[in-house]
């Protein structure tokens, strides 16, 4: 395949990615291989962008002609007040991912909530008229409850270790759904603490249990959950994505259990990020390869 960056050309426009850290990021890996692939003289590049230089890196998007920046952790919540425009989406879950330079205006989208519901529908995970258990309260979670509400789970329950910032979710969302269909929607929204992850009557009502929190990332162990108690079919999904079984997701394999990471929405917002940056959508195939390679699941 071509290599972007060996193609560089005067002419190369650039996307990227802000983050903090940011090494790890395969975001380049896969829409480089989009660009190679779609022989397009763009490449995506990774900056290290710390919380104090944020609005500094945000101001240089449109005086260098960046076209589109991908923001990650710690920068989604914070950038929402840094937009010239917010899309509905973003307003909602009160998190940017998404920055498009639009004739020099910074424009937020969120493209997490579709990104998973997609990689659900993709893997054929059906919630519908069910419960979905969240893990988390940041702009993850938040995204999770959105793509929940989306493929009509009837219930959700949202776990997060400070239980305000649960509650506070929990009743934004509530007032989504009063907003929608003249307030007659059906569907629940619960906040509680981790300890309902051992809750034996909640958990064996749970049709998927989704980890939206960085827990097994950096402190290597899992909050304590009864994997057992949920039914045979919940589904196990952690927004985490690596090379190894992450420790959400290594019990419920050993228990024969359905367990997906996060490479998955990984991909689908990437592509549907690709879209807003480039304005044609790009080979979804080439993005999954480059991804999978990455991950070394070839
Ligand atoms: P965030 O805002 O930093 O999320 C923090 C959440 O995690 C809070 O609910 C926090 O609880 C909880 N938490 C953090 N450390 C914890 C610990 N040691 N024990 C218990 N709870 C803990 O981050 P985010 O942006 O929502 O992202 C969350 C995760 O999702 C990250 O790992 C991120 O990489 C991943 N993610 C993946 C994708 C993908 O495409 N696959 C997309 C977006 C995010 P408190 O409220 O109590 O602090």
């Keep these: 395949m071509d290599d972007p960056v060996h193609r560089l050309s005067g002419r190369t426009l650039l996307t990227a990615i802000f983050g903090d850290p940011v090494a790890h990021s395969l975001s380049p890996a896969m829409h480089n291989a989009a660009y190679a692939a779609l022989a397009m ?39 929402v ?3 010239a425009q917010l899309t509905d989406e973003a307003l909602l879950l009160r998190a940017v991912n998404c920055v498009i330079n639009r004739n020099g205006e910074l424009h937020g989208d969120n493209t997490d909530a579709r990104g998973l519901e997609a990689d659900l529908r ?32 009837a219930r959700i329950v949202i776990c997060n270790r400070t239980i305000a910032r649960a509650n506070r979710l929990a009743r934004s969302f509530a007032q989504y759904l009063g907003t929608r269909g003249g307030g007659r929607s ?20 749970a049709a998927i249990v989704i980890n939206a929190t960085p827990m097994g990332l950096k402190t290597g162990g899992f909050a304590s959950l ?45 592509v549907l990020a690709f879209e807003l940056f480039n304005g044609v959508a790009p080979p979804a195939g080439v993005m999954r390869a480059a991804l999978m390679s990455a991950l070394g699941r070839e």
């Design 41 to 79: 003289d763009r490449a995506y590049v990774a900056f290290h962008v710390t919380p104090t230089g944020l609005r500094e890196a945000l101001r240089a998007i449109p005086a260098l002609g960046i076209a589109g920046v991908n923001l990650t952790v710690p920068h989604k919540e914070r950038a």
């Design 81 to 83: 007040r840094m937009m």
């Design 122 to 153: 993709d893997q054929h995970v059906s919630v519908a008229g069910k419960l979905a258990v969240i893990i988390g309260a940041g702009g993850a979670a938040s995204a999770a409850v959105l793509a929940a509400l989306r493929l009509d789970a």
């Design 186 to 205: 059906r569907q629940t929204i619960e906040a509680r603490g981790l300890d309902t992850l051992v809750n034996v009557t909640t958990m064996s009502a």
């Design 226 to 270: 009864s994997y057992a108690a949920a039914p045979s079919e919940c589904v196990f999904y952690d927004m985490i994505y690596a090379r190894e079984p992450t420790p959400f997701l290594a019990p419920p394999l050993a228990l024969g259990r359905r367990a997906i990471d996060g490479a998955g929405m990984l991909i689908n917002q990437g």
